[in-house]
Structure formats: C-alpha cells, structure tokens
C-alpha cells in the first residue's frame, strides 16, 4: 500500500516557475510509474506528464512539451514536476497518481494524491 502525497503548488504570475514533488512511502518505489495529472475547473482530467520506473521514459502532453520536465528521484522516494513559462491556462488541481509501466489511462494508477493546486494569474 503506498501513501501519496503532493506539495508545491502556489500562486506564480504568468512566465513563472514552480516545483511540483510528489512524495510516495510504503512499498519500494523501484517498480512504480509515476503520472502527473490536472483537472481545471469545469473541465476534464487531463494527464500532464508520466516517467516510468527505471526513469527512462518520459512522456508530456503536447500543451506542456517544452516548459515541463518531470524527474524522480528513488533514493527520496520522489518525483518532481518542473513547471516553466507558466501560462494562465496551466491552472488546475495538479494529482500525483501510482502505477505499474504499463498503465495508459488514469483508471490503471491504484494509488493517488490529494492534489495541490497550482493558481497562474498576474
């Protein structure tokens, strides 16, 4: 059973940056993909950013290509989502979720965060 939890998230001004880190305890972490997600108000839950469990291979959604890079560190049992050049419609709920390498939509990660949100506006 992992325990998820996230932290970072703020008030930035348009053009800023921000840390996202997503802390997970319980179980060895050597196994587990990491995803990141956002849902904005009225809108759907979109995924953002997810790093298999090697660190290998990293995807972005094409609205966060370039200005996001998401990293992990297994040693502090973490991942980090780096957020630059933020935009007003960045936004959003920002989730940590859990899973195996091979789950591709948010119903296949067992394990999830409250959320910290993240607030762009000057």
């Known amino acids: 059973q992992l325990h998820v939890v996230e932290s970072g998230g703020g008030l930035v001004q348009p053009g800023g940056s921000l840390r996202l880190s997503c802390v997970a305890s319980?179980?060895?972490?050597?196994?587990?993909?990491f995803c990141w997600f956002r849902q904005a108000p009225g809108k759907e839950r979109e995924e953002v950013s997810r790093?298999?469990?090697?660190?290998?291979?990293?995807s972005y959604a094409d609205s966060v290509k370039g200005r996001f890079t998401i990293s992990r560190d297994n040693a502090k049992n973490t991942v980090y989502l780096d957020m630059d050049r933020l935009k007003p419609e960045d936004t959003a709920v920002y989730y940590c979720?859990?899973?195996?390498?091979?789950?591709?939509?948010?119903?296949?990660?067992?394990?999830w965060g409250q959320g910290t949100q993240v607030t762009v506006s000057s």
């Open positions: 979720a859990v899973g195996r390498d091979w789950a591709t939509e948010a119903s296949d990660y067992h394990y």
């Open positions: 319980g179980e060895e972490l050597d196994y587990y993909a």
């Open positions: 790093i298999t469990s090697n660190g290998e291979g990293t």
